[in-house]
């Protein structure tokens, strides 16, 4: 079993930035990809961006540009720097791991991912 634990959400103008950190405790040798997806008010959760453990990443074509993601495996810990943030970015941030075998890039679909974190709201708003 891996637990995740999101935080770093919050509320933020337009054109601001905000990281979210997700806290990996557990089995954590067991999980090869972690990602961060969100999902708005009655509208599907959807990737957002997504690492390997060798370092390959995707990206949501709305996002790229603006949000990085990275991973610190010493602390345990999976971030998502999120910068020139837009309205349309508002939505709850879920943090997500899973071991994908015989990949080179991560899976975009969020049926591949085993584990979940609880979320962290995220609203940009002036």
């Known amino acids: 079993q891996v637990q995740l634990v999101e935080s770093g959400g919050g509320l933020v103008q337009p054109g601001g930035s905000l990281r979210l950190a997700c806290a990996v405790s557990?089995?954590?040798?067991?999980?090869?990809?972690m990602g961060w997806y969100r999902q708005a008010p009655g509208k599907q959760r959807d990737l957002v961006a997504a690492?390997?453990?060798?370092?390959?990443?995707r990206y949501a074509d709305s996002v790229k540009g603006r949000f990085t993601i990275s991973r610190d495996s010493a602390k345990n810990r999976l971030y998502l720097q999120m910068n020139s943030l837009k309205p349309e970015d508002t939505a709850v941030y879920y943090c997500?791991?899973?071991?994908?075998?015989?990949?080179?890039?991560?899976?975009?679909?969020?049926?591949?991912?085993?584990?979940w974190g609880q979320g962290t709201q995220v609203t940009v708003s002036s």
């Open positions: 997500a791991a899973s071991f994908m075998e015989s990949v080179t890039t991560p899976r975009p679909e969020a049926y591949e991912y085993s584990y």
């Open positions: 690492i390997l453990s060798g370092g390959s990443t």
């Open positions: 557990g089995n954590i040798f067991s999980v090869n990809a």
